[in-house]
């Protein structure tokens, strides 16, 4: 079973820039995660998609970044325009989701490991 | 509100050592349920273990054990004779269920265990 696939793995861009992350979740998860690990630190959730609408933003800041899962498989996670501060590793992760259950096992993609100059 | 607390930030065993990664939780829900992840220097967050809140059984597999236990609030896992492959940074998740029937998911710290030849 193919795991989940994101790109790039890697990128540098100088501040202000934009940058557009993507994530192909294993077939069949209805859940997309993605999470921000700074250097040091355990990842922190961005933004939650059940299906193609979102659960939980609450810790997107939502004047930069943004994330759209239109058909309910892959997704895209923009930041615009990027800060220094947003230098980290973005992680995507997928779980599958069955109505009544109250959490499934995350699996998570290789990541993309941002540098803003 | 949710914690995990890793108070171990990095541990360094001679190979073939046993070495026990500390995890403490914090949760007013009473199902929950609490994830190890491993982080090897590739980046990838690889899935070892999750256990819900009604069983504490603890479990061995191969060189890694788990101890829940509900009256600490803590969920140990100790490797017993550490390979240099094992070194990698370790983290401790907690799931509980949001508002809207979702899991929220918090993620400690993570743990840095540096196995030496």
């Known amino acids: 079973e193919a795991g989940v696939a994101q790109s790039p793995r890697y990128k540098i861009i100088e501040k202000r820039q934009s940058v557009a992350f993507w994530c192909n979740p294993i077939?069949?998860?209805?859940?997309l995660y993605w999470y921000q690990q700074i250097l040091g630190q355990g990842p922190k959730l961005l933004i939650q998609?059940?299906?193609?609408?979102?659960?939980?933003d609450s810790q997107l800041p939502k004047d930069r970044f943004s994330a759209e899962r239109l058909k309910g498989v892959d997704s895209t996670l923009k930041i615009q325009p990027a800060k220094l501060e947003d230098s980290a590793v973005y992680l995507c992760?997928?779980?599958?989701?069955?109505?009544?259950?109250?959490?499934?096992?995350?699996?998570f993609g290789p990541g993309t490991r941002l540098t803003v100059l | 509100a949710q914690k995990v607390t890793q108070a171990q930030t990095e541990i360094s065993v001679v190979e073939k050592e046993d070495v026990t990664l500390d995890c403490v939780y914090e949760?007013?829900?009473?199902?929950?349920?609490l994830f190890w992840y491993k982080q090897p220097p590739s980046g990838e967050l690889v899935f070892l273990i999750r256990?819900?809140?009604?069983?504490?059984q603890n479990e061995i597999s191969g060189r890694y054990s788990w101890n829940f236990q509900k009256s600490t609030s803590s969920f140990n896992f100790t490797i017993t004779a550490s390979q240099v492959v094992d070194s990698a940074v370790y983290f401790c998740?907690?799931?509980?269920?949001?508002?809207?029937?979702?899991?929220?998911?918090?993620f400690g710290t993570g743990t840095k265990l540096q196995v030496i030849p």
């Open positions: 077939s069949g998860h209805a859940t």
């Open positions: 256990r819900n809140s009604f069983d504490e």
């Open positions: 949760t007013r829900d009473t199902t929950y349920y």
């Open positions: 998609f059940q299906n193609n609408g979102v659960v939980d």
């Open positions: 992760a997928s779980s599958l989701w069955t109505s009544g259950s109250s959490t499934d096992t995350q699996y």
């Open positions: 998740a907690l799931s509980e269920a949001g508002s809207g029937g979702y899991q929220k998911v918090t």
